[in-house]
């Protein structure tokens, strides 16, 4: 009976998914320790804030705090903030700290996430006016970064979810934003060219210019300026390069360990890894997704929050099941897109542009099986394709892209 | 300040003092069965879903449009239903009870 107090649960990566697992542990009844380990000093916050309200609003990080200090405190988590991770030696059951020291774990979760990734283009070398934007630390570099441009003429690298955000909050700040995306759409990875359009649209609206089809061939500095030349010839000038064109997974210490890899950690349905009592979880989790059968690495707080419940739950011999369906939003300048289920394989799409409004949606289909809805400022829709994507309610796919109908179950249903 | 008492389902009645800022950040703070926010409280996730006692429900006010269109079609959703991230607490708030919607 004593033993199961003295057992220690180590997490490396204390962001949503570390942090959610932590408390899970409480929840589910770990009664040893819980070590939780990140390399930045800051006391865990929320990521998608970095984007929006913390990069446009500035001010202290621990207003965006997961959890207030004290709750670690109640819950008996150690937290070991500003700390690195070396190794991990899955045979001995211990971790290599930055400062040599040896942890050892009976129980390891890796939460370890992603890093920006800089694509190589010469020139484009994180540094001095050149940054990414993946932590609290990043946004300050920004601001600072900002503060120096006497035009703030800014390009963005990248015209995905994060490039737009930086785009509108930058632009929002009064930047004179420029940005340059290689693909000839927008979001092109994970929207239908619908969307892709009415953010291109949006963005110009307010001012941020939109460069498709630029390919980056590299970056040269004169005086304080930078020149961006595009393999078509194009060359943008700023002052300033913020690149946002995705992340790269983190598997440094999963690869110290031997684990199994892929574009990702690696597990099963309970998040364990290829070795014994070593997890893994959130972004870095190379995973079946259930409801949609494929192999995949997800980027979301959703997935985050419930990867974490999971490991939990089977580190405490509860075996806890969950599939809920991915989800996502991203808020860009006074937009609200909303998004539900993946895209991947679709082969028809509704879409239902609403009379006297902004809003739209976008329904995907595989065959008559709806599997994602992106909404732009439109809850109603993304609530509705939650619920019948759950279902596996068949809709008059008619009925449903005519705004004279209303958007209701018993009207759309087929 | 303000006392605000959250009834989970389990039917635990947990009495939190708050000053400011959303009532859902007041309930994750300390650890609410049911109230996760996972959002951080730009009403995109609805996890964290009350429902307000009668007395209250005028103080509280309406929820505005976004707020409605995420609770319309919610399995959950009843009249008396707000997002808490959406609520400020404020002296005014003062004793309210709050019903947590999910498990």
């Known amino acids: 009976m004593l033993d199961r107090y003295k057992q220690v649960c180590v997490i490396i990566g204390a962001s949503h998914a570390g942090v959610y697992a932590a408390f899970a542990l409480r929840k589910e009844g770990w009664e040893g320790k819980i070590i939780l380990i990140d390399r930045d000093p800051n006391l865990p916050y929320?990521?998608?804030?970095?984007?929006?309200?913390?990069?446009?609003?500035?001010?202290?990080?621990e207003k965006f705090a997961l959890k207030p200090l004290n709750s670690y405190h109640k819950a008996e988590i150690q937290l070991e903030l500003g700390k690195n991770v070396q190794s991990v030696n899955g045979q001995e059951k211990h971790i290599l700290l930055g400062d040599g020291n040896k942890l050892s774990y009976d129980k390891l979760i890796l939460a370890t996430g992603a890093d920006a990734f800089v694509p190589p283009i010469p020139g484009l070398e994180v540094g001095k006016q050149?940054?990414?934007?993946?932590?609290?630390?990043?946004?300050?570099?920004?601001?600072?970064?900002?503060?120096?441009?006497?035009q703030k003429q800014i390009a963005v690298v990248?015209?995905?979810?994060?490039g737009l955000e930086?785009?509108?909050?930058?632009?929002?700040?009064?930047?004179?934003?420029?940005?340059i995306e290689r693909e000839l759409r927008l979001l092109s990875?994970?929207?239908?060219?619908?969307?892709?359009?009415?953010?291109?649209?949006?963005?110009?609206?307010?001012?941020?210019?939109?460069?498709?089809?630029?390919?980056?061939?590299?970056?040269?500095?004169?005086?304080?300026?930078?020149?961006?030349?595009?393999?078509?010839?194009?060359e943008f000038s700023a002052e300033m390069i913020v690149v946002g064109v995705g992340v790269k997974v983190n598997l440094t210490l999963a690869k110290s360990a031997g684990l199994d890899t892929a574009n990702g950690i690696s597990v099963n349905g309970f998040?364990?890894?290829?070795?014994?009592?070593?997890?893994?979880?959130?972004?870095?989790s190379w995973h079946k997704n259930e409801a949609y059968g494929d192999m995949m690495r997800l980027e979301s707080v959703q997935n985050a929050v419930e990867q974490a419940k999971i490991a939990a739950s089977h580190i405490c011999g509860n075996d806890k099941k969950l599939s809920n369906i991915?989800?996502?939003?991203?808020?860009?300048?006074?937009?609200?897109?909303?998004?539900?289920?993946?895209?991947?394989?679709?082969?028809k799409l509704c879409v239902r542009k609403e009379s006297n409004s902004n809003s739209l949606s976008v329904w995907y289909f595989k065959g008559e099986k709806l599997i994602a809805v992106h909404a732009i400022n439109h809850p109603k829709a993304y609530v509705l394709g939650t619920k019948f994507i759950k279902d596996g309610s068949i809709l008059d796919q008619n009925k449903l892209q005519n705004p004279q109908i209303d958007l209701k179950p018993d009207l759309i249903l087929a | 300040m303000a006392v605000i008492n959250f009834i989970t389902q389990e039917g635990e009645k947990i009495s939190v003092e708050g000053t400011s800022g959303s009532i859902m950040e007041l309930a994750t703070s300390v650890g609410i069965a049911g109230l996760?926010?996972?959002?951080?409280?730009?009403?995109?996730?609805?996890?964290?879903?009350?429902?307000?006692?009668?007395?209250?429900?005028?103080?509280?006010?309406?929820?505005?449009?976004?707020?409605?269109?995420?609770?319309?079609?919610?399995?959950?959703?009843?009249?008396?239903?707000?997002?808490?991230?959406?609520?400020?607490?404020?002296?005014?708030?003062?004793?309210?009870?709050?019903?947590v919607a999910r498990e």
């Not at chain 1, 630029?214 to 304080?224: A, F, N, Q």
């Not at chain 1, 996502?328 to 897109?337: E, R």
């Not at chain 2, 409280?41 to 307000?52: E, L």
Request: hydrophobic fraction near 35%; include cysteine; glycine fraction near 8%.
């Open chain 2, 36 to 99: 996760d926010g996972d959002c951080g409280g730009v009403c995109s996730c609805a996890t964290c879903h009350v429902y307000v006692n009668e007395t209250y429900r005028k103080i509280v006010g309406e929820a505005e449009k976004i707020e409605k269109e995420m609770l319309e079609f919610d399995e959950l959703a009843k009249e008396n239903s707000r997002l808490s991230c959406q609520i400020e607490i404020s002296e005014k708030l003062d004793g309210i009870e709050l019903i």
């Open chain 1, 271 to 284: 998040m364990q890894t290829s070795i014994q009592d070593i997890y893994a979880i959130g972004d870095c």
């Open chain 1, 326 to 347: 991915p989800w996502f939003w991203s808020d860009q300048f006074d937009a609200k897109l909303q998004m539900v289920g993946l895209t991947t394989a679709y082969d």
């Open chain 1, 189 to 234: 990875r994970v929207s239908c060219p619908e969307i892709s359009d009415w953010f291109e649209n949006f963005h110009a609206e307010k001012g941020v210019s939109i460069e498709l089809g630029k390919e980056l061939k590299h970056v040269k500095r004169s005086g304080d300026t930078f020149v961006l030349e595009c393999k078509d010839g194009t």
């Open chain 1, 166 to 179: 930086i785009a509108a909050s930058l632009s929002q700040m009064g930047a004179q934003v420029c940005l």
């Open chain 1, 46 to 61: 929320h990521r998608p804030p970095l984007s929006k309200k913390f990069l446009v609003n500035g001010g202290e990080i």
């Open chain 1, 130 to 150: 050149i940054f990414t934007l993946r932590s609290a630390e990043d946004v300050k570099e920004i601001l600072n970064g900002l503060a120096h441009c006497r």
């Open chain 1, 158 to 162: 990248g015209g995905g979810f994060i």
